[in-house]
Antibody, heavy 122, light 107 residues
Framework: EVQLVQSGAEVKKPGATVKISCKFSGYTFTDSYIHWVQQAPGKGLVWMGVVDPEDGKTIYAESFQGRVTITADTSTDIAYMDLSSLRSEDRAVYYCAHSSSPGYYFYYMDVWGKGTTVTVSS | EIVLTQSPGTLSLSPGERATLSCRAS???????LAWYQQKPGQAPRLLIY???SRATGVPDRFSGSGSGTDFTLTISRLEPEDFAVYYC????????FGGGTKVEIK
């Protein structure tokens, strides 16, 4: 059974960078894709991007292009999401989520982490 | 980008009633690559339906999905107390986008 365990809540100042981790277990990391999804308070889900841990290839949503970096460490089975130039609108819960369909970066997400809350405040 | 519009925004129903949720796409979703998720307050989303009509593992059969092209529906045949939540559709046929959600609340 796939499990995703995310790092704890973060408080950052405007302009800073936040790095969130997502520890994967229960399946083959390199046969999976890890997505990141943003949810602002009281709002809906926004897809940010995806990484293929097998080769490190990433695809980012246009709205986050240039500010988000998603990586995967196959030695530890941990995926990371960096979001830079933080602003107040980035205050949200960030989820990592798993999909597994070889060759399909865009797929449904069958397992989700519990989420990491990021607060941006001066 | 395919935009998904969910309606209604809020559905007020009583336990035992039937819920019908709509998800309309701005252009055709290829190969019925449409999923539905349930989210309860303070929890992560949970996959309910994929491929427009296939139930995910462990999802009760009172949940069903249908549709193709630009119009999709999630039906909950008889609402149980634990079904009151927010529901999101997601398309994955062309990049990946979510709808704005439908809240199913107790009447």
């Amino acid at each position: 059974e796939v499990q995703l365990v995310q790092s704890g809540a973060e408080v950052k100042k405007p302009g800073a960078t936040v790095k969130i981790s997502c520890k994967f277990s229960g399946y083959t990391f390199t046969d999976s894709y890890i997505h990141w999804v943003q949810q602002a308070p009281g709002k809906g889900l926004v897809w940010m991007g995806v990484v293929d841990p097998e080769d490190g290839k990433t695809i980012y949503a246009e709205s986050f292009q240039g500010r988000v970096t998603i990586t995967a460490d196959t030695s530890t089975d941990i995926a990371y999401m960096d979001l830079s130039s933080l602003r107040s609108e980035d205050r949200a819960v960030y989820y990592c989520a798993h999909s597994s369909s070889p060759g399909y970066y865009f797929y449904y997400m069958d397992v989700w982490g519990k989420g990491t809350t990021v607060t941006v405040s001066s | 980008e395919i935009v998904l519009t969910q309606s209604p925004g809020t559905l007020s129903l009583s336990p035992g009633e039937r819920a019908t949720l709509s998800c309309r796409a701005s252009q055709s979703v290829s190969s019925t690559y449409l999923a539905w998720y349930q989210q309860k307050p303070g929890q992560a989303p949970r996959l309910l339906i994929y491929g427009a009509s296939s139930r995910a593992t462990g999802v009760p059969d009172r949940f069903s999905g249908s549709g193709s092209g630009t119009d999709f529906t999630l039906t909950i045949s008889r609402l149980e107390p634990e079904d009151f939540a927010v529901y999101y559709c997601q398309q994955y046929g062309s990049s990946l986008t979510f709808g704005g959600g439908t809240k199913v609340e107790i009447k």
